[in-house]
């Protein structure tokens, strides 16, 4: 399937989930990752839940990180460049939403790419090759080629895979696990 395609599918799916079943497959999903062999790392940097675009809430995955005592980074991005800058996430952080309703740091302790080990990836798509697909702007594309060629990426999706998607490009970072409620794939 085109990436076109797959982006129109799994919005409409998405869209049709219940508020309940939202928080029920999200919190399944953590429970999951909970299994994952990603555990002995510092810095992992994960995006904030678009609520409004039903993604899946990472909130459950946070409070296991703080629980580890994993240091947290996130993303705020600049849709002028396409760049997401990161922050340490903590107590003192202030969040503020941003016109397409992701919430953000305001400032912070900002993180060097090359520190982090591993990051949490919103999909729309991804097929059981690993590959991945978002909203098409190029964010984690860009970012993930900036980290370390060891850095461990991870897909969240409620939805399971596609068999392929077609046009990928030698620019696409593909990625290393995804984790949905019911499966750990492991590319
Ligand atoms: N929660 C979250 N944070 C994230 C991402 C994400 O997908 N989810 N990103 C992932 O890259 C980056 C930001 N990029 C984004 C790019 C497009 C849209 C988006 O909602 N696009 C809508 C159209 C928006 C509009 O113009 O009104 C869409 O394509 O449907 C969101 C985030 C970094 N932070
Ligand atoms: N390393 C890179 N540097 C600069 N531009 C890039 C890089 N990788 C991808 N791009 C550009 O980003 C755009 C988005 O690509 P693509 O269709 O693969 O989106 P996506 O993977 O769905 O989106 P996202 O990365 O935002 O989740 C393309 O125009 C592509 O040329």
Redesign the pocket.
């Given at each position: 399937m085109i990436k076109s395609e797959i982006?129109k599918k799994y919005?409409t799916l998405r869209n049709k989930l219940s508020e309940i079943e939202v928080d029920d497959l999200s919190f399944q999903i953590a429970n999951s990752v909970l299994k994952l062999p990603i555990w002995q790392y510092s810095y992992y940097h994960i995006?904030?839940?678009?609520e409004e675009?039903k993604?899946i809430i990472t909130n459950y995955i946070l409070s296991i990180l703080s629980g580890k005592d994993k240091n947290i980074v996130v993303?705020k991005?600049d849709?002028s460049t396409g760049v997401?800058t990161n922050f340490l996430l903590t107590d003192n952080t202030t969040l503020k939403k941003n016109a397409?309703d992701?919430p953000e740091p305001v400032d912070g302790i900002e993180v060097a790419n090359h520190l982090i080990e591993v990051v949490f990836i919103?999909l729309l798509g991804f097929d059981k090759l690993g590959n991945r697909v978002?909203?098409?702007?190029g964010?984690?594309d860009k970012f993930l080629a900036s980290c370390k060629p060891e850095t461990i990426k991870i897909g969240l999706s409620f939805f399971e895979a596609e068999d392929s998607i077609s046009e990928i490009s030698t620019q696409d970072e593909k990625l290393d696990f995804c984790v949905t409620p019911k499966t750990i794939y492991t590319f």
């Open positions: 982006r919005k995006f904030l839940t678009i675009k993604e993303p991005s849709f997401m397409l992701i919103p978002g909203y098409g702007k964010f984690y």
